[in-house]
């Protein structure tokens, strides 16, 4: 079992910044995906970005070129530096670890983006 805390979330005006972080514990298998989902009110969860063990990311095209994506294998942590926020950013942000057919979550974390 692999526990998953995020930390980080808040509210903040648009065209702020925020950095979440997600912290895995347990017993954990690499290499893995891990990275960020968010599900806003009435919508399904979305990806937002990943990141592998070896550093390869991906990012969904409304988050490119404002969100970054990290991680620090040898803590086991994953980062999501988001810059220029936009009130439709605002949603619960989930942290997820992925290796094969084991899935984890996180409880997940607000951001809240005022106009």
């Known amino acids: 079992q692999v526990r998953l805390v995020e930390s980080g979330g808040g509210l903040v005006q648009a065209g702020g910044s925020l950095t979440l972080s997600c912290a895995a514990s347990?017993?954990?298998?690499?290499?893995?995906?891990m990275g960020w989902y968010r599900q806003a009110p009435g919508n399904q969860r979305d990806l937002v970005a990943t990141?592998?063990?070896?550093?390869?990311?991906n990012y969904a095209d409304s988050v490119k070129g404002r969100f970054t994506v990290s991680r620090d294998n040898a803590k086991n942590t994953v980062s999501l530096q988001m810059n220029s926020l936009k009130p439709e950013d605002t949603a619960v942000y989930y942290c997820?670890?992925?290796?094969?057919?084991?899935?984890?979550w996180g409880r997940g974390t607000q951001v809240t983006v005022s106009s």
């Open positions: 990141i592998t063990s070896f550093g390869d990311t």
């Open positions: 997820k670890q992925a290796y094969r057919q084991l899935v984890y």
């Open positions: 347990g017993n954990i298998i690499k290499p893995n995906v």
